[in-house]
């Protein structure tokens, strides 16, 4: 599992070393350097400028807070500001139409597409935004007169303190006004109570970064202001939490004991978002490979259950293996244990280039009690954040955190989170082609990671049956989370068969699996985020396959390639190191996963 942190500064050196290149007009792939492709292409300066100018527009039309002076882009957009912003996507829109996309280099091509699918994704985010809006300005017929408001904040236009007090006072009616006539409303669609709590609380949001702008500095404003404002900014908090009262779940969720709440999407949502993924597999096709894969790894737990004496009942091997768990205080050194054993390993069959600095500043912390319940396993990124008991947990919980984090189980993820996995991704992906982080997908993060486990155990990172139970537990875990997830978007399983499919077919300890399944769908994850690691992992495999097997390329070049393209769908990696044929109006297309065999 990757913990993304953002940082404003990683993206600087690029638009500094970009300049010359962008500024010159076209460079034709002929004349670029050829290590340039390692930091940039043709688009790469437009996708910078992209980001750069959708950002700006955003802090520019968003609240100020009075004590940083920073903008809060968490409110709801404002109809200017989307306005600006739907501008702004579509005039590069024409950009990438009139550049000269058949003299690109391949990195250029695949930049182009991804910048393209980016805008309109982007694009069509605003327009669904807009249409929801639009069904509950009716609710807010104060709210113009507020952005008015904020309007003159932005440039410290001088304003009358008595007049904006009685302007204050009319709007302080108009709310309750507004308020009364809600209450008759008997219920709303939740994501629309949700978009109208939104905008509520977006301009309280917008009246204070006015207020805060003026009072204080602004004599006459201060002596007018404060009861009014404050009077107001009661009144629209009560009426937000009015909106979000009347907010009715429509959903497909069947009824449980599980007391787990999400949305399933539903198949025409799925089958969207994995459009925008590039992933050309219905969900029910996925399902089909997770059951494929699944036999895969039933097939190896039980030959592993057999050389360890349990025959085919591979649930008791399971259980041997989960009580080989380190004694309380002592789970950190085990993990670095393994960290050196499967970094010894790759190092040994020079898989990839391991940056020495990157071996260096890898860090580790612990995890909370309360992340735990979400969050059972490793976490991974800058850092390790490992799971395993405190003394404020219930003994029975100790026991669970545990033996769901024993050594075997651990062996085959502590690579996934540190090197080369998610801390790897971290360090890489900030120094070569920073600017595609626009571009994050869980297919490249998580399929990146997952690939090393898939790849070490193909390689005999497992030597023992033990150590192969423990890999495959994982695999299997994987397997799960394609199905559980897809089934309960789909509408098909509630949250507690998903609690006991990973009970019984995968083995889990049930506080586990809880919340495995809580983190699935009440942690803030997109639909596809558990399919991701699976699926992204076996489109690296065939990737490898391809490339590797196929006499293309070694390991390390393959490896070496990958991760410093940075995140992106897997299909355009492919294209990347293929130099595949791509136009301008291209869509997803591999088909990496064999289905007959």
């Not at 008997?186 to 949700?194: E, G, Q, T, V, W």
Request: proline share 5%.
């Amino acid at each position: 599992m990757y913990r993304k942190k953002t940082s404003s500064n990683f993206i600087l050196p690029v638009i500094l070393c970009f300049v010359f290149f962008s500024s010159t007009g076209r460079l034709s792939a002929q004349t670029a350097p050829k290590a340039m492709y390692e930091q940039a292409s043709e688009v790469s300066g437009l996708i910078i400028q992209y980001g750069q100018d959708m950002n700006a527009i955003r802090d520019f039309y968003s609240p100020y807070t009075a004590i940083d002076g920073y903008s809060n882009q968490s409110v709801q957009t404002s109809p200017e500001e989307r306005k600006r912003l739907i501008e702004t996507g579509n005039e590069y829109l024409e950009k990438l139409k009139q550049s000269d996309f058949e003299s690109m280099s391949i990195y250029g091509k695949v930049d182009y597409t991804l910048l393209k699918k980016q805008i309109v994704f982007d694009l069509g985010a605003l327009k669904l935004d807009e249409d929801e809006y639009n069904k509950i300005t009716a609710y807010i017929p104060f709210a113009e007169e507020i952005y008015q408001l904020e309007k003159k904040r932005r440039r410290g236009i001088s304003v009358n303190g008595q007049e904006i007090a009685l302007q204050l006072n009319n709007i302080i009616k108009a709310v309750k006004t507004s308020q009364a006539s809600f209450e008759a409303v008997k219920s709303l669609d939740m994501p629309l109570a949700r978009k109208g709590k939104a905008a509520v609380l977006g301009l309280k949001s917008r009246l204070k970064s006015f207020y805060d702008f003026y009072n204080g500095y602004d004599p006459d404003f201060t002596w007018w202001m404060p009861k009014p404002y404050l009077k107001l900014d009661t009144a629209l908090n009560n009426y937000a939490t009015l909106i979000m009262g009347k907010g009715k779940i429509n959903t497909t969720q069947k009824p449980d004991s599980s007391g787990i709440k999400g949305v399933p999407v539903g198949h025409d949502e799925l089958v969207r978002q994995l459009k925008a993924e590039m992933i050309p597999y219905s969900p029910e096709e996925l399902i089909k490979l997770a059951n494929k894969e699944f036999a895969f790894c039933d097939r190896e737990m039980l030959k592993a259950s057999n050389e360890m004496g349990f025959g085919n009942d591979w649930h008791k091997a399971l259980e041997k293996v989960k009580n080989s768990y380190v004694p309380a205080g002592k789970q950190p050194e085990a993990i670095l244990k393994l960290y050196n054993d499967a970094l010894s390993f790759i190092k040994a069959r020079d898989l990839i280039t391991i940056p020495p600095l990157a071996e260096e500043t890898w860090g580790m912390t612990m995890m909370t009690p309360q992340q735990q319940l979400v969050n059972p396993f490793f976490l991974g990124g800058s850092e390790i954040i490992i799971s395993y008991p405190t003394n404020t947990m219930d003994e029975a919980d100790k026991l669970m955190s545990m033996r769901g984090n024993n050594p075997y189980f651990s062996r085959g993820t502590v690579q996934h989170e540190l090197l080369p996995g998610h801390n790897m991704q971290y360090f890489m992906n900030s120094r070569y082609k920073p600017y595609r982080n626009m571009f994050y997908t869980p297919f490249w993060i998580e399929g990146w990671s997952l690939y090393w486990e898939l790849l070490l155990y193909d390689q005999g990172f497992a030597k023992t049956p033990e150590e192969r139970i423990g890999m495959l537990f994982w695999r299997m875990h994987r397997c799960a989370r394609i199905i559980f997830s897809l089934n309960y978007h789909l509408g098909n399983w509630t949250p507690q068969q998903c609690i006991d499919f990973l009970v019984d077919r995968v083995g889990h300890e049930r506080a586990n699996a809880e919340g495995e399944v809580r983190r699935s769908f009440q942690g803030g994850y997109s639909p596809l985020y558990q399919v991701a690691y699976l699926t992204g992992g076996l489109q690296l495999m065939s990737l490898k396959r391809e490339l590797v097997d196929g006499g293309k390329m070694t390991y390390k070049q393959f490896h070496d390639a990958v991760i410093k393209e940075n995140t992106m769908p897997i299909e355009m990696v492919r294209a990347t190191l293929t130099n595949q044929a791509l136009t301008r109006d291209f869509t997803t297309q591999w088909k990496f996963y064999d289905f007959g065999k």
